[in-house]
């Protein structure tokens, strides 16, 4: 059974940086692709990076040129640098599969102060 478990939230204040870590156990690691998602109180589950088996990247159009999602293999890690963050960026962090599987792990809360 796979298992998430992500760290590394806290409260910074805005154009602060914060790095987001995901250990994930998962046989089927390296050939999948992983993403990042958040979790705003009131609105829905939004992807916001993902990454491929061999490293190339995607980001939604909210976070672009201040996110940068990574991924260690070896270490079954994906990882979430978050610079410039912003008010907006508040919410919990989860990461999963791309697409994602049913079981979400705890997430990493997230909060920006202006």
């Known amino acids: 059974q796979v298992q998430l478990v992500e760290s590394g939230g806290g409260l910074v204040q805005a154009g602060g940086s914060l790095r987001l870590s995901c250990a994930v156990s998962?046989?089927?690691?390296?050939?999948?692709?992983m993403a990042w998602y958040r979790q705003a109180p009131g609105k829905q589950r939004e992807l916001v990076a993902s990454?491929?088996?061999?490293?190339?990247?995607d980001y939604a159009d909210s976070v672009k040129g201040r996110f940068t999602v990574s991924r260690d293999n070896a270490k079954k890690m994906l990882s979430l640098q978050m610079d410039s963050l912003k008010p907006e960026d508040t919410a919990v962090y989860y990461c999963?599969?791309?697409?994602?599987?049913?079981?979400w792990g705890q997430g990493t809360q997230v909060t920006v102060s202006s």
């Open positions: 999963n599969r791309l697409p994602s599987l049913p079981k």
């Open positions: 990454i491929r088996s061999g490293g190339s990247t």
């Open positions: 998962d046989i089927f690691f390296n050939i999948n692709r």
